[in-house]
């Protein structure tokens, strides 16, 4: 007999399309192991905010609705509330629609990414390790090695028939004393992430609280987390809105590009 999964209704924004946030996990090789798209669904599978239980969630798009399946962790309030942040289902569809036509170099985007509002990672804490996992590593190495650190060390949560390995919970990687193909320091980084995230430092609701300067200060208090990894944290963890990672040249670089400004830097934006 199949069980039935709970199901979770979640906002559906205006002008938002499932299949474009789906469409950027599928190549989004950081997000391996964490999302999956497949056919018209998207599945998530990740630590809780706070309690790090593990959850996986299958997202289906109904006309004008958002409807989700979810396994392992039972608080779906909590579950829909990372998800909506995750997918920036809380956002205003008509003033982001607004800013396309009163910003040229948005209304492009838009117009080439229909649909298409945010895909930040799951929380802080996902951000976090993986800004200590992928520093000196090639993006699809760093990529597998999570994947292999969550099938040897994370909880399994089955999800419509298939398995999904989350990676370890703080608690659980404090407990890990050496993994193949990974540094002593590197491992060293990951226990402070841990410990950070078990005494509330790496909270997605606190950190967004905060002012920008302040939080990227105390994230670069962690033991390996420097400017890069305090805003990957911040702007694509804990996904906070209409912020800029300045600290990635890249993206100083093309936004610098898109708006036609020469000589880009952190001030300009």
Not at 101 to 121: I, S
Not at 159 to 179: A, C, K, N
Not at 209 to 238: D, K, N
Request: with cysteine; hydrophobic share 45%.
């Amino acid at each position: 007999m199949t069980s039935i999964m709970p199901t979770l209704d979640l906002p559906k924004p205006k002008g938002f399309q499932l299949q474009a946030a789906a469409a950027f996990y599928e190549s989004f090789t950081p997000g391996s192991g964490m999302a999956a798209a497949d056919n018209d669904r998207l599945t998530f599978a990740f630590r809780l905010d706070r309690t790090f239980e593990a959850a996986a969630v299958a997202i289906e798009e109904h006309d004008d609705a958002l409807v989700a399946e979810y396994a392992g962790a039972a608080d779906g309030e909590a579950i829909a509330k990372q998800i909506t942040r995750m997918l920036g289902l809380d956002a205003d569809g008509e003033c982001w629609l607004d800013v396309g036509w009163r910003d040229p170099v948005v209304g492009k985007l838009q117009a080439e990414f229909p649909g298409f509002f945010t895909a930040a990672k799951a929380s802080p804490y996902d951000a976090a390790t993986w800004s200590i996992l992928a520093p000196r590593m090639r993006i699809p190495a760093a990529a597998k090695l999570k994947i292999t650190i969550a099938e040897a060390h994370g909880d399994p949560v089955t999800l419509r028939g298939r398995t999904h390995h989350v990676f370890p919970s703080p608690s659980g990687l404090e407990r890990i004393d050496t993994l193949p193909g990974l540094s002593e320091e590197k491992l060293a980084r990951l226990r402070g992430v841990a410990r950070a995230a078990q005494e509330g430092r790496l909270d997605a609701d606190r950190l967004r609280a905060m002012t920008v300067e302040t939080a990227l200060a105390e994230l670069m208090t962690i033991r390996g987390i420097g400017p890069w990894g305090a805003s990957h944290i911040l702007f694509r963890g804990a996904a906070i809105e209409d912020g800029l990672p300045t600290a990635e040249p890249r993206v100083l670089h093309g936004a610098a590009s898109a708006y036609g400004i020469a000589a880009p830097s952190a001030p300009a934006f």
